[in-house]
């Protein structure tokens, strides 16, 4: 039975609150805005309060209250029936930090870019006010149609006032959409997914070890554990195995209803483990799979700005080259196809 008291849950928000304010993440509002959160956790107070005096217990308080968040629900019941409040913390933590450090990744790895592109946009601006009207004096003098590369010159020359002022727009929305979380942008990223499946299935494991430690069945681990990371997949898989469990069956490892889980998941909850308890086995789980998602962001932390800056570079330079070079050699072209040179 949990020793757990309201007064624990209600101390345990308060400082949910206070981390809220000094920017560490949680799962309870996107970007971790501290008034919506401090908002949330306030109404979560005044529904579990009533609740407890009403005369529900905790356990009944927490898992038969529709007014709670879904994601804080499940962290709390993991919290309650593991008898350890630190593991709701974790639990409402977890995702959102390894989603704030892919995004802090990324982030560093797009300032040398945006720093390049702001430059060859200054430049750009030059380009069209200084180099396009003498391009476009010279194919007036030699009484020659403009070609394309000059046409395209004359036409971002004409529409300077609009896209001068609508790119920066365009770029501040953007920023202000990707600090907002909107959009899911990171999921573009190469391996994004796999690093966020990875971290999933490294909190299913801690949150599944730890309530079986503390004396609870599999088949009632097991959808609390899964209902944490708020993976459909990985709670459908969870609760076909607890079915299993309830009914003292047992699903083999290649069942379609598993077939969500990694293989060493897979391998952990229903092949023969030995000598080995099965909560060694989902801490060596929990360390694989987020070593396999640390190092997967160490490698973009190198990779991503050297790719980022020479396909930005690379093109900001083609870019340059044809408007320069372009125009002169349409220019000759025609030139010579007007000349007639004597035959010796």
């Known amino acids: 039975m949990s020793e757990i008291t309201l007064q624990d849950v209600l101390a345990l928000n308060d400082e949910l609150a206070a981390l809220a304010e000094v920017g560490i993440p949680s799962q309870l509002a996107p970007q971790d805005n501290e008034d919506v959160v401090a908002e949330e956790l306030s109404r979560i107070d005044r529904s579990l309060t009533l609740r407890s ?14 007014e709670l968040p879904p994601v804080y629900r499940s962290a709390l019941e993991a919290g309650l029936r593991s008898n350890r409040l630190s593991a709701t913390l974790d639990a409402l933590s977890r995702t959102a930090t390894a989603e704030g450090k892919l995004r802090g990744t990324l982030t560093r790895s797009l300032i040398s870019p945006l720093i390049i592109l702001g430059l ?16 476009e004096n010279m194919y007036v003098q030699v009484g020659q149609t403009p070609g ?34 909107r959009g899911n942008w990171q999921r573009l990223v190469p391996g994004s997914r796999r690093y966020q499946a990875d971290t999933l299935h490294a909190n299913f494991a801690h949150q599944l070890g730890l309530l079986l430690e503390n004396g609870l ?21 969870a609760h076909a195995l607890s079915r299993s469990h309830a009914q003292e069956n047992t699903l083999p490892a290649d069942s379609q209803h598993l077939r969500p889980l990694p293989p060493l998941l897979r391998w952990a909850l229903t092949g023969d483990l030995g000598e080995q308890s099965l909560p060694e086995i989902l801490l060596f789980a929990e360390m694989t799979y987020r070593s396999r998602a640390q190092h997967r962001a160490a490698t973009w932390r190198v990779v991503l700005p ?4 020479v396909t930005v570079g690379g093109l900001i330079v083609l870019a340059y080259g044809l408007c320069l070079f372009g125009p002169f050699s349409q220019l000759l072209e025609g030139l010579a196809a007007r000349t007639t040179f004597p035959n010796f």
């Open 53 to 66: 005096d009403l005369g529900q217990s905790l356990i009944a308080a927490t898992t038969e209250n529709g």
């Open 120 to 135: 060859a946009y200054l430049g750009l601006i030059v380009l069209c006010l200084v180099y396009a009207p003498t391009v």
């Open 148 to 181: 394309w590369y000059t046409q395209v010159l004359m036409f971002l020359r004409t529409s300077l006032p609009i896209w001068a002022i609508g790119v920066p727009l365009l770029m501040f929305v953007g920023v202000l959409l990707w600090r907002c979380g």
């Open 217 to 237: 069945s599999m088949s009632e681990s097991l959808p609390v554990a899964a209902a944490v990371t708020e993976d459909q997949t990985l709670i459908a898989a």
């Open 306 to 309: 050297t790719a980022i800056g």
